[in-house]
Structure formats: structure tokens, C-alpha cells
T-cell receptor
Framework: AQSVAQPEDQVNVAEGNPLTVKCTYSVSGNPYLFWYVQYPNRGLQFLLK??????LVKGSYGFEAEFNKSQTSFHLKKPSALVSDSALYFC???????????????FGDGTTLTVKP | DAGVIQSPRHEVTEMGQEVTLRCKPISGHDYLFWYRQTMMRGLELLIY????????DSGMPEDRFSAKMPNASFSTLKIQPSEPRDSAVYFCASNWRSTGELFFGEGSRLTVL
């Protein structure tokens, strides 16, 4: 079975400060990891993904994430937060092509990011 | 492309009524997912299809829920009879390969009175 944990329900940062939203995962085989963002009354939007290659992945809106295999983590980061980054963030893991859960995406519970001016 | 299109965006109905939610995935995508989002349970996968075939429906709450995908460009999620605890936002998502990111619709907000 695959699972994702986002240990923080809420993260608060001041504008201009760096931010980190944490995610750990459990999956058999190679992990396919994703971050999505959801604004109020909207669907989820893709931010970035790790499939293979460099452990540091860069995505939309200046976000990046670091894949750490030994710690089974995929934390989302941004060097300088903006008020407009305030939203709900989801980490997700997806089964690879040879996995019994091939194609199936499992999401964490989400972390609400609030950036204060 | 217009993205994943869901209808209706909002539905208010009374307990016991049948509800049908509709989804048009992005053209060319071969995976389609139905998710439900609530404050209490977060984002739950209900069912997903690959090439119009249901692959995993283990997340469907009970027999009152059913989903179909008669062709590559259309899917429905039906609740019959509906209950107040079914109130949630239902999302449809699609993508074209097993390792790719999902594209979500804007959701259908269901309220069952």
C-alpha cells in the first residue's frame, strides 16, 4: 500500500522568509512524487514532480522540492514566500508502471500555508 | 485545451434524490479519477479508470455510488439515493500516463439536505 503523511496541518511564515512544507511517503518500488496547490473554491493545480534524476526538483512559481530517499521525504520549499502563496498544499505519491497500484495517486491530508505581510 | 470540465459546479438536492455528476477529461488522456474532498476526510480517491476500464473502485463508499466511463471523453458519478453525509466537493482528474501529473477539474460542490 502507498501512503503520504503531511505532519503539519498549518504553516505560518512572514513574507520574504523561506518556507518549508513537509511530506513523507511510503510506497513499494520507485516513488513518483508530486506537489499540488489548491486555492479556495478551485481544483488542485500541479506544482512539481519527482520521477527520477536530480534530487532537487524545480517547479512553478519559484517552488522547489528535495527528494530524500533515505528519509523517504519530499519537502516543498521556497526561498522567499509571497502573500499570494497562501493556499492549501498537497503532497501525493503515485504507483509506477510496474507497481500493483500503477497509476493510482494517493494524497496527503494537506497543509494550509499562510504567508503574512 | 479547455482542461477537465465538470458539471454541475453546484448541486443542492434533498435526501433520497438521485445525483449525477459529469466529467469530460482532457482529450488524449487515458486515466480518469474521481476524488471526494471533505474537511473531515480530506481528499479521497473513489475510483479510477484506465482506457475507460475501472481499475480500482475500492474507495467507493457503498453501493449507492456508481461510476461509468462509456467512452474516452465522458464519465459520470452517480449517487442513488443521496444522503446528507454525501455532501462534499467531488473532483474529476485526468492524465495520459501512469507517471504523469493529474489535471483536475474545478469540482462539483454537492449539498444534500
Amino acid at each position: 500500500a502507498q501512503s503520504v503523511a503531511q505532519p503539519e496541518d498549518q504553516v505560518n511564515v512572514a513574507e520574504g522568509n523561506p518556507l518549508t512544507v513537509k511530506c513523507t511517503y511510503s510506497v513499494s518500488g520507485n516513488p513518483y512524487l508530486f506537489w499540488y496547490v489548491q486555492y479556495p473554491n478551485r481544483g488542485l493545480q500541479f506544482l512539481l514532480k519527482y520521477i527520477t534524476g536530480d534530487n532537487l526538483v524545480k517547479g512553478s512559481y519559484g517552488f522547489e522540492a528535495e527528494f530524500n530517499k533515505s528519509q523517504t521525504s519530499f519537502h516543498l520549499k521556497k526561498p522567499s514566500a509571497l502573500v499570494s502563496d497562501s493556499a492549501l498544499y498537497f503532497c501525493a505519491v503515485r504507483g509506477g508502471p510496474s507497481d500493483t497500484n500503477a497509476g493510482k495517486s494517493t494524497f496527503g491530508d494537506g497543509t494550509t500555508l499562510t504567508v503574512k505581510p | 485545451d479547455a482542461g477537465v470540465i465538470q458539471s454541475p459546479r453546484h448541486e443542492v438536492t434533498e435526501m433520497g434524490q438521485e445525483v449525477t455528476l459529469r466529467c469530460k477529461p482532457i482529450s488524449g488522456h487515458d486515466y480518469l479519477f474521481w476524488y471526494r474532498q471533505t474537511m473531515m476526510r480530506g481528499l479521497e480517491l473513489l475510483i479510477y479508470f484506465n482506457n475507460n476500464v475501472p481499475i480500482d473502485d475500492s474507495g467507493m463508499p457503498e453501493d449507492r455510488f456508481s461510476a461509468k466511463m462509456p467512452n474516452a471523453s465522458f464519465s459520470t458519478l452517480k449517487i442513488q439515493p443521496s444522503e446528507p453525509r454525501d455532501s462534499a466537493v467531488y473532483f474529476c482528474a485526468s492524465n495520459w500516463r501512469s507517471t504523469g501529473e493529474l489535471f483536475f477539474g474545478e469540482g462539483s460542490r454537492l449539498t444534500v439536505l
